[in-house]
Nanobody, 119 residues
Framework: QLVESGGGLVQPGGSLRLSCEVSGFILEYYAIGWFRQAPGKEREGLLCTSYRGDREIYADSLKGRFSTSRGNAENAEYLELNDLKPEDTGVYYC??????????????WGQGTQVTVSA
């Protein structure tokens, strides 16, 4: 099971730290992907971190603004969102790839956390 938290309302230029807490399996061996669904749009892939720490960024708009870290002791993955823009508004999801690599297959999904960027 994956549970996201940390979303909320933030002003443009602000920052948030989202958490993806894992239960039922050991995160250390799996890949975690982050996704976003903006209002009225399809869900898009943002980035993925493999079990080895290799990172793939799927959305060019994130470069330099979003980063991830993994807390193996906490069995959680974190997504740092910086310099947030109104177009970053949406529901953010994390998902686990049980093969440990970023191959586009994510078998376990969280319920999502809402991020709203507005003045």
């Amino acid at each position: 099971q994956l549970v996201e938290s940390g979303g909320g309302l933030v002003q443009p230029g602000g920052s948030l730290r989202l958490s993806c807490e894992v239960s039922g399996f050991i995160l250390e061996y799996y890949a975690i992907g982050w996704f976003r669904q903006a209002p009225g749009k399809e869900r898009e892939g943002l980035l993925c971190t493999s079990y080895r720490g290799d990172r793939e960024i799927y959305a060019d708009s994130l470069k330099g603004r979003f980063s991830t870290s993994r807390g193996n002791a906490e069995n959680a993955e974190y997504l740092e969102l910086n310099d947030l823009k109104p177009e970053d508004t949406g529901v953010y999801y994390c998902a686990a790839g049980l093969r440990g690599i970023c191959n586009g297959d994510f078998e376990v999904w969280g319920q999502g956390t809402q991020v709203t960027v507005s003045a």
